[in-house]
Nanobody, 129 residues
Framework: EVRLVESGGGAVRVGGSLRLSCATS????????VGWFRRAPGKQRELVAS????????YYSHFAKGRFTISSDKASDTVFLEMNNLQSGDAAVYYC??????????????????????WGLGTQVTVSL
């Protein structure tokens, strides 16, 4: 059974940082792609960053590039999202998702969210002045 459990969300001030964690189990970690998505109030859920676990290939959305970093720890089957210089627009529920249908990081964007089978329940990030 595939399980994805997010943690690390919380309240930060503008300019602050957070590291989100996605603890995974139930799938061949090195063969799948894991992504972080977010949904802000009044907006569609959107891809933030994704990582092909086998070779470390990464993909970042335009708003995340240069500010967020996706990484993994193979020993613990955990995927991280380091978020720096957080802004009010980053406030959202952040979700971890995993797919064995794609083999590249950008494949998680290309395939479309309806084709991603496995999702965590999300972790809330709030940003205040």
């Amino acid at each position: 059974e595939v399980r994805l459990v997010e943690s690390g969300g919380g309240a930060v001030r503008v300019g602050g940082s957070l590291r989100l964690s996605c603890a995974t189990s139930g799938f061949p970690f090195a063969e799948w792609v894991v992504g972080w998505f977010r949904r802000a109030p009044g907006k569609q859920r959107e891809l933030v960053a994704s990582l092909a676990l086998g070779d470390g290939d990464t993909y970042y959305s335009h708003f995340a590039k240069g500010r967020f970093t996706i990484s993994s720890d193979k020993a613990s089957d955990t995927v991280f999202l380091e978020m720096n210089n957080l802004q009010s627009g980053d406030a959202a529920v952040y979700y971890c998702a995993a797919s064995g249908r794609v083999s590249t990081a950008e494949g998680m964007r290309i395939i479309g969210q309806p084709w991603i089978d496995y999702w965590g329940l999300g972790t809330q990030v709030t940003v205040s002045l």
